[in-house]
């Protein structure tokens, strides 16, 4: 990349993707081409790091995040990105970083999270439609700095922590209905927080992250919950 960071968000495919953001608060916006780094000559309205991203690399959206070393920290600043700028939209109702996040432009479910102010962290869900964001059903854990991955209607949320940025990570994988938050049966081999997530509800790989202590290379797959199914045994 042509500007080197962490805590950055991104969003779009292997061969069109959008970088943006980072802490110490940037506004910075890179594309790629599938083969090279480009430098968009205008950044984000609002410079941050440990936002989320959805989207695609012509319509991507940058929710919430942190403005270190500004006080306050916490922003509900989204912006929505055309391939070529920036415009500031609607805010969120609850200004939080490290959120996870599914979806696309104009259809995203925002979940859990971290605000500065009281150090509380989040089982608040909005939902977006392009306009407006909704308050939906709270998660069933408060829990941040989590992977995630899907759509509005289908979404996942894996790993993260539910205390403090060093306290234990969560193996535990979240999943969104459209109406409401349940817990799976389903878990983390590798328990993680920071982790990085992409894919569909179906197919999803969870990547990475901060283990206690230290960080990992891990890379888990998700496929779906499974079907149940019922067989009859006779007994002669």
């Known amino acids: 990349m042509n500007t080197g960071r962490q805590y950055l968000a991104g969003c779009g495919t292997q061969t069109a993707s959008l970088a943006f953001g980072a802490e110490p608060s940037t506004s910075a916006t890179e594309l790629w081409n599938g083969t090279s780094w480009t430098t968009n000559p205008t950044g984000m309205n609002t410079a941050r790091g440990n936002l989320s991203g959805v989207g695609i690399q012509t319509a991507g959206l940058a929710i919430g995040g942190d403005?270190?070393?500004?006080?306050p920290r916490t922003t509900n600043a989204v912006e929505s990105f055309n391939g070529t700028s920036w415009t500031t939209t609607t805010s969120l109702n609850t200004a939080r970083r490290n959120t996870g996040a599914a979806g696309t432009n104009t259809a995203t479910i925002v979940f859990g999270g971290f605000v500065d102010a009281g150090g509380v962290i989040q089982t608040a869900s909005e939902s977006w439609n392009g306009s407006t964001w909704t308050n939906t059903a709270s998660l069933p854990q408060a829990r941040w700095n989590m992977g995630s991955a899907g759509t509005q209607t289908a979404a996942l949320g894996f790993g993260g922590s539910s205390t403090s940025a060093g306290g234990p990570p969560n193996n535990s994988t979240i999943d969104w209905d459209g109406s409401a938050w349940s817990t799976l049966p389903a878990t983390l081999a590798t328990s993680r927080q920071r982790m990085s997530g992409t894919g569909t509800y179906p197919a999803?790989?969870?990547a990475g992250g901060y283990?206690?202590?230290?960080?990992t290379a891990a890379t888990e797959e998700w496929t779906g919950p499974g079907v149940a199914q019922t067989k009859t045994v006779t007994v002669s």
């Open 67 to 71: 403005r270190l070393p500004a006080t």
């Open 204 to 206: 999803a790989l969870g």
């Open 211 to 215: 283990v206690t202590p230290g960080v």
